[in-house]
């Protein structure tokens, strides 16, 4: 074979941080000696949804799923010792993404970085927030406003900065199809470019520049043929609107630039030992062609659906990538599939669908007006709904979970209290202790800050009118000003929003024939509701704290529904007594919380003993989320009268069960089940 040049590899990146600034800090240094090329920081709830630690709505979730980052000093903390000027850094941050970005660039600055050479990405798309994954703040004008004015600050001031990675990764989570997932990713897109085109702050010369810089992040499946083929119909998608849309002539303007974290939702907490060939699989359809390979790529650990993954699961995940890159042949040559006629006609009829969902959506209004109708929502709802039961009925089939269960006793498993990185509740009060020290001495030698309400000031004004908001923010940044302090200015003059939830307009996805598991629980429903001599069981789910991760609430509201019950669903976003307020006020029959942040310890309790202070100890609470057996033992001591997992993929079974404990707590006989 004759000598040819390598491709170089894809940046490789852990998306990683925890419990505290120093202690991510101390995991980033580490990550980086391993041969890690790339930093992926995860931020906290709180931090992502524009809250500080000690906030009510905060309770349970600091440090859980990412780090807490309440101001210039967590920021300086947790890149210390890092070079910004020779990083290039992924921040997974969204409705609080320009606050982020301006604390970077300060703690860049005072580093003595040259800011034009800083480079990364801020994740920024805001419209699957309201989709799929719950962290966004601002109704979506403003939210798009601040998307805008982000774009228009880089592209002048920090030309390497990607400052929006159109990030269809959590609506694959959430149900999409490939179809869907492209369609939904290119209209954000769209929204996104018209927007900061109609904005007049970038010269119609400039406009490559901004969609040079505009990046992508996506998910890939298991089904690695049909998400190879996804990618490359991306890239001939985004080719063609830029070109005609746009009238971008350069083509290295124009090239699909993206970066992917593989699929986590077909993880199973069954025989989780499987989850690393899925992850080898899902990582070989974003690598193997070079025509449309990866610019950056981060692969889940094997034990996620478990919990927390720990520092050597992560090295795993790293170390899967890097035996691919470095000793495999696979960077020593071209295209493998070009000319493969397979390949072209899925190409071709992925293109050729998803412009037609993109046209209905454009003839809508544009992604905008299809997140404020509940027309993306639902559709998502339905699609996720319908690969449920595709899964449950078998016809789906998912190894360890609902074929071939029978196995050997796992060693990797075998003591799961360590096979998963646990935060230490005490972190939440020790990060809470610090951010009041803060606020305490900010004004204080060594710092000196400016008192925070002139910035503050300054900010609300800009956000009345139309100035750039970016110059305030990093203002508000030097002054000490804390995530909530600038969130909390924001929520003032653009008020807040809640997005449609999908669970009403959602269609029927199981069918409730005669003999069938669902009309089974049906029945159970009718007759319960008999018993207790009501007209429907009322059924309360809900999602307290910020985790916003609702797909799995929402397919047991609609599952719920299509049993027969009367649903009470109000989205996410929920303190412990507003729950308890509703269930009171609904006069419901039990209560389902739904959380996968970790934050169940403290808050699912806070629930049951407010429903005890209440004498409302009738109504069963069922739990469910990503929930380790040690803490699901304590839930159940605790008062809990079921606790389900990602292993329970069941839900009409589910729904049954929840039958079972409305029964069970009003002192109902059990229901004989049909032979």
């Known amino acids: ?30 990550n980086l000696a391993k041969g890690q090329t790339g930093l992926s920081v995860a931020f906290d709830l709180p931090t992502q949804t524009g809250y500080d630690s000690d906030h009510i709505l ?8 990412g780090v807490p980052i309440a101001h210039l ?37 005072e580093q003595g970085a040259d800011i034009t050479r800083l480079s990364g990405t801020t994740q920024n798309d805001i419209v699957k927030e309201y989709l799929s994954r719950g962290t966004h703040v601002f109704p979506p004008g403003p939210s798009l406003r601040l998307t805008t004015d982000m774009i228009a600050y880089t ?16 609506l694959q989570e959430a149900g999409a199809t490939p179809v869907q997932e492209i369609a939904y990713a290119m209209s954000t897109a769209i929204a996104v470019l018209d927007a900061v085109r109609d904005s007049g702050q970038v010269p119609e010369e400039r406009m490559g520049d901004v969609v040079g810089r505009i990046s992508f992040f996506v998910n890939a499946g298991v089904r690695f043929v049909e998400e190879m083929c996804k990618m490359r119909a991306f890239g001939q998608i985004w080719d063609r609107i830029t070109r005609e849309r746009y009238g971008i002539e350069n083509p290295k303007h124009r090239r699909f630039r993206y970066g992917v974290q593989v699929n986590s939702l077909g993880l199973t907490e069954a025989q989780p030992e499987n989850n690393v060939q899925r992850i080898v699989l899902e990582m070989l359809a974003v690598t193997l062609s070079k025509d449309a390979r990866a610019r950056a790529v981060q692969l889940p650990a094997w034990n996620e659906a478990l919990g927390l993954p720990r520092p050597w699961d992560q090295q795993w995940s790293l170390r899967i990538q890097q035996v691919l890159a470095y000793e495999s042949d696979l960077l020593e040559y071209g295209d493998l599939f070009e000319g493969s006629k397979v390949v072209e006609a899925k190409v071709a009829e992925l293109v050729g669908e998803a412009f037609a969902e993109i046209e209905r959506i454009q003839e809508m209004g544009g992604a905008m007006a299809a997140v404020e ?18 899964i449950e009925s078998g016809e789906e089939k998912i190894i360890g979970v609902n074929a071939f269960e029978g196995t050997e006793p796992n060693p990797l498993t075998a003591d799961l209290d360590t096979a998963i990185q646990t935060v230490d509740p005490a972190v939440e009060a020790r990060v809470i202790a610090s951010l009041q020290h803060w606020r305490d001495t900010r004004y204080q030698p060594p710092f000196n800050h400016p008192r925070p309400c002139k910035a503050l000031e300054k900010l609300k004004e800009a956000a009345k009118g139309t100035d750039n908001l970016m110059e305030a923010t990093l203002e508000c940044a030097r002054a000490g000003v804390t995530t909530g ?30 003999g069938s598991a669902l009309s089974e629980v049906r029945r159970k429903v009718d007759l319960t509701a008999k018993d207790l001599g009501v007209g429907k069981l009322r059924f309360l789910v809900g999602k307290p704290g910020l985790d916003g991760h609702s797909n799995g609430a929402e397919q047991i509201a609609v599952r719920a529904r299509d049993a027969g019950f009367e649903v009470v669903y109000q989205g996410i976003r ?45 109504i069963p609470v069922i739990a469910g989320g990503i929930i380790p057996n040690g803490d699901a033992e304590e839930l159940r001591a605790a008062g809990v009268a079921a606790v389900f997992t990602p292993k329970d993929f069941d839900i009409t079974g589910i729904i049954g069960r929840i039958v079972d404990e409305i029964r069970n707590a009003n002192k109902l006989d059990p229901l004989e089940v049909p032979a």
Request: with cysteine; net charge negative.
């Open 373 to 390: 109708s509940g027309y993306l929502k639902s559709q998502l709802v339905a699609s996720h709904a319908a690969r449920r039961a595709r």
């Open 58 to 65: 905060a309770r349970g979730e600091v440090g859980r799923v």
């Open 574 to 618: 929920l303190t412990p007594e507003q729950i308890v307020d509703a269930a009171l006020a609904e006069d419901v029959h039990a209560v389902g919380l739904s959380i996968l942040s970790g934050s169940h310890a403290q808050l699912v309790p806070d629930v049951l003993e407010r429903l005890r202070v209440a004498g409302a100890t009738d």
């Open 73 to 109: 000093g967590d920021m300086r903390r947790l890149f210390q010792d890092i070079p910004l000027e020779q990083m290039n850094t992924s921040m997974t941050i969204n409705a609080t993404a320009m606050w982020l970005l301006a604390l970077y660039q300060v703690v860049a600055e």
């Open 155 to 170: 592209v002048s001031h920090l030309p390497k900065w990607n400052p929006i990675n159109i990030c269809s990764y959590h």
């Open 485 to 514: 302090e600038w969130a909390g200015a924001l929520r003032e003059v653009f008020g807040e929003f809640r997005a449609p939830t999908g669970v009403s307009s959602a269609p029927v996805a199981v069918a409730a024939e005669e």
């Open 1 to 30: 074979m004759t000598e040819r040049q390598k491709d170089r590899p894809w940046l490789m990146r852990t998306y990683a941080g925890h419990s505290t600034a120093e202690a991510s800090n101390e995991l980033y240094r580490r």
